[in-house]
């Protein structure tokens, strides 16, 4: 099956996940993704298994004396948009002008450059109403797609894993490294192709808790505390300059992600994230003393909850061997390999923390997490050889 088939098999399935939620994986709906992909795997590899958490591990056994390679992809998608119903548009030799979805919304190439990067390449888009489901449905569809050709190839042992809930920062929370023995593996859970990342955000989620008083507000003179108007003096007393509107590169940034509430109680919910450690710990400590200041200037009103999520896999990376043979192999496929700084995360840089090498591959789809999200096939095809070269591993 081609890539781009199994690419719109896999939209199709609603996978998004919930951070509120306390099940594994978060929502049931990854379950149908997951049991379809399962029995996927049978025909393709000598042993799978899915777990009781929804990830599915499968087996490709050595046929060659090589190191043993992971691969990895995530089911879910990101909980910021839908990704159900998705009606993917097929778009053939993409001329490089703005392109006009369904809904009448634009993807502008000066405005989102990367277009340019694409130009005669087949595209699929949305109809602008959901996400495409790219992060990470590409990396399956690519990973599978290579295993079928890697099959009739001398390779050595490949294990194989599509994981639930990666967009919640819980990847790798149940993830079993007994059932995955390799000696590194590669996340595909990127966007370009010429892309070996190995290093990522410092990320932790920090709950704000604000309480009001309450009253009628023809009574309120002295009385009334509004939660939601103390929010809005939090979120001032951020940085502004610091958020994802206003960074890029290496520069870290506080991300609302979400905000609710009403004159009794709100809450709010920030990610925050540093590629350098001393940086994020700065960050951290700048949240907990703008709770401290209000909590000084109001009352006993705020309260936070911060926890790390996962941290970057540039301070575990101790063995480059992976980045070197992923850089080969694109060389191989007439690509000049660059190294670029992750603004986020993936399941590998928590495997990474926990011992096993895991740096970053490209899909070939961007502008995640939104209705512009868009897909190359032509890219995609290219990242299935770029995993065959990998495997094959010539002149590592």
Same mark, same amino acid.
């Given at each position: ?31 149908? @993704? ?18 009781? #958490? ?21 089911? #879910? ?15 053939? !030799? ?36 959901? @996400?495409?489901?790219? #992060? ?7 990973? @599978? ?27 790798? !929370? ?87 509430? !009403? ?10 994230? !540093? ?10 400590? @700048? +949240? ?28 575990? +990376? ?11 192999? +694109? ?66």
């Amino acid at each position: 099956m081609s890539v781009a088939n199994r690419f719109l098999r896999y939209i199709s399935y609603d996978t998004q996940s919930n951070e509120e939620s306390t099940t594994i994986p978060s929502t049931a709906k990854q379950w149908e @993704l997951s049991n379809q992909l399962y029995k996927e795997c049978l025909s393709l590899f000598d042993h799978v298994e899915q777990g009781n #958490d929804g990830i599915v591990y499968a087996t490709l056994n050595a046929t060659k004396a090589d190191d043993s390679i992971g691969l990895l992809a995530h089911m #879910d998608t990101a909980t910021e948009i839908s990704g159900a119903r998705v009606e993917p548009q097929m778009i053939r !030799d993409y001329d490089g002008q703005s392109i006009t979805l369904k809904n009448g919304l634009v993807i502008d190439p000066d405005i989102y450059p990367v277009l340019k990067t694409c130009i005669h390449d087949d595209l699929i888009v949305t109809d602008g109403n959901t @996400l495409l489901g790219g #992060d990470d449905k590409a990396g399956i569809a690519i990973i @599978l797609t290579a295993i079928e050709q890697i099959r009739s190839l001398p390779h050595g042992k490949i294990c194989v894993a599509f994981t639930v809930d990666e967009e919640i920062g819980r990847g790798t !929370d149940t993830f079993d490294l007994q059932k995955f023995p390799v000696d590194y593996a590669y996340t595909i859970d990127g966007d370009r192709i010429d892309n070996v990342e190995y290093e990522n955000f410092n990320a932790a989620q920090a709950t704000i808790t604000i309480k009001g008083t309450a009253i009628h507000p023809g009574e309120g003179k002295d009385k009334l505390v509004n939660a939601s108007l103390l929010a809005m003096d939090f979120a001032h007393c951020i940085p502004h300059n610091q958020t994802p509107a206003h960074t890029q590169g290496r520069e870290g940034f506080f991300h609302l992600l979400k905000l609710e509430g !009403d004159v009794a109680k709100a809450k709010m919910v920030y990610i925050i994230r !540093d590629h350098d450690a001393t940086k994020f710990a700065r960050k951290k400590a @700048l +949240m907990n003393n703008v709770v401290d200041a209000l909590n000084d200037k109001y009352g006993q009103r705020f309260s936070i909850e911060m926890h790390d999520q996962y941290h970057n896999m540039a301070e575990f +990376m101790t063995d480059k061997t992976p980045v070197y043979r992923a850089k080969k192999a +694109m060389a191989r496929c007439g690509l000049e390999a660059v190294s670029i700084p992750i603004r986020g995360g993936t399941d590998g840089a928590m495997l990474s923390e926990k011992g096993l090498a895991c740096p970053n591959l490209g899909t070939g789809t961007f502008l995640h997490h939104g209705p512009r999200e868009f897909a190359s096939l032509s890219k995609m095809a290219q990242m299935v050889e770029i995993l065959v070269q990998i495997i094959k591993g010539e002149g590592i």
